[in-house]
Every structure is written in structure tokens, then in C-alpha cells.
């Protein structure tokens, strides 16, 4: 049965954080809430949390997982950035956009691309993701919470603890954080190809 955190939309109670990392280091799995839409979250490392997030998902070999950073500094461990592509993503974060690009070595290899070696990166403009990322201390491994046949996400916590109560081990409350996943931008190829249209603005990228 999942625990479930009520927690404060502004100002996140330092106690729910610290227990939710807690879970995230003994290889849990969270449903939780970012600025575009609910997703699922583990630690990188956590290899059962992946094949759970892929199991709930009905997800193939070659989905895009997403890494959830605090700030560019991690974001620049995880994937190659250049100077040029530096300036132009730096001005839409944090925010709704995803980045795909190439990864570092130290993205383990079962998150990548099969063929591109590539992985998502994104900085949310979130409160309660943010305490969660100062507090582990290292990206959280993300999925959009979409199921299977499903064509919109679940927004609202007490809706996602009812429906994946035995699948995850914890769901984040703190209110509603709407329905429109990130608009994914990839750069994989060096000029910007906009794959899916979402919460941020796309016409930074056209």
C-alpha cells in the first residue's frame, strides 16, 4: 500500500521531504507532482524502479526516460551541452520544456536511446520538486504518469493513490498541477526538432 504525503504547495514541510527521500534511497517509487503534470519518479540507480515505471506504463525499449535536475550544474554532469545550445536552453528554464541529447557516461546505459544514446533533462519550476531534488541530492529518473490507453495524465493525488496504490510505494499531494506534460524539444541532432507540444511555449524552438 502506498504511503501518502500531504504536502504544502509553497512551503514544503521539512519533515514529509526528508522521509520521501527516505523511500527514494531504499529504492522506492513515488508518484509525484511537477509544473506541468504528475510522473513517475525514482533514484537513477534504482534498476526495480525503472522496470516498475515500465511495467505501469507499458513502455518499450525505446522511451525516452527523463532526468529531473535541480540546476544546470547537474544538468551539465548528465549530458553534452554546448556553448551555442547552452545560451538558448538556459533562457527557458527552469519550465516546461524537455531537452533530449546525448548523454554523459554517467547515465547508466539501460536509460538511454538504443540507437541515439540519448536521454531527457529537465529543470522544473516546481516547489515541492525542487525540495525533493536539494534534499537527495542527485536527479530523480522520471516518466509522465500517462497510463496505458489513457490519453490524458492523472492530476489529482488522491485519484493516482486509489488507482496505483500497489504499484507505487508513495504518492505526493499538493494540489493540482494540471494536465499538459513538457513540450519536448530535440537536440540530438544539433538543430532543435520539436517532438511533442506541451506546457512550454514551442516557439522558442521553431
Not at 97 to 114: D, G, N, Q, S
Not at 187 to 201: H, M
Request: charged share 25%; proline share 7%; with cysteine.
Amino acid at each position: 500500500m502506498a504511503k501518502y504525503f500531504d504536502v504544502h504547495p509553497d512551503s514544503p514541510q521539512p519533515r514529509l521531504i526528508s522521509q520521501i527521500v527516505e523511500l527514494l534511497h531504499a529504492d522506492g517509487l513515488i508518484a509525484y507532482p511537477t509544473d506541468s503534470c504528475y510522473a513517475l519518479g525514482c533514484r537513477l540507480g534504482n534498476k526495480e524502479g525503472i522496470d516498475r515505471i515500465r511495467e505501469i506504463r507499458k513502455l518499450g525499449s525505446d522511451h525516452h526516460f527523463t532526468l529531473i535536475c535541480r540546476d544546470f550544474a547537474q544538468f551539465g554532469q548528465f549530458v553534452h551541452v554546448s556553448n551555442a545550445l547552452f545560451r538558448s536552453v538556459k533562457a527557458a528554464t527552469p519550465g516546461g520544456y524537455t531537452f533530449i541529447l546525448p548523454a554523459t557516461k554517467e547515465v547508466p546505459r539501460r536509460l538511454l536511446h538504443p540507437r541515439k544514446k540519448t536521454v531527457g533533462v529537465r529543470i522544473p519550476d516546481h516547489v515541492v520538486t525542487q525540495a525533493l531534488l536539494a534534499e537527495l541530492g542527485e536527479p530523480l529518473l522520471s516518466s509522465t504518469l500517462l497510463l496505458p490507453d489513457e490519453t490524458e495524465p492523472l492530476t489529482q493525488g488522491w485519484e493516482i493513490k486509489e488507482r496505483l496504490d500497489h504499484v507505487v510505494d508513495a504518492v505526493i499531494d499538493s494540489g493540482e498541477c494540471g494536465a499538459t506534460p513538457t513540450t519536448v524539444v530535440d537536440f540530438s541532432q544539433g538543430e532543435p526538432e520539436i517532438l511533442r507540444r506541451g506546457t512550454g511555449d514551442p516557439s522558442l524552438f521553431e
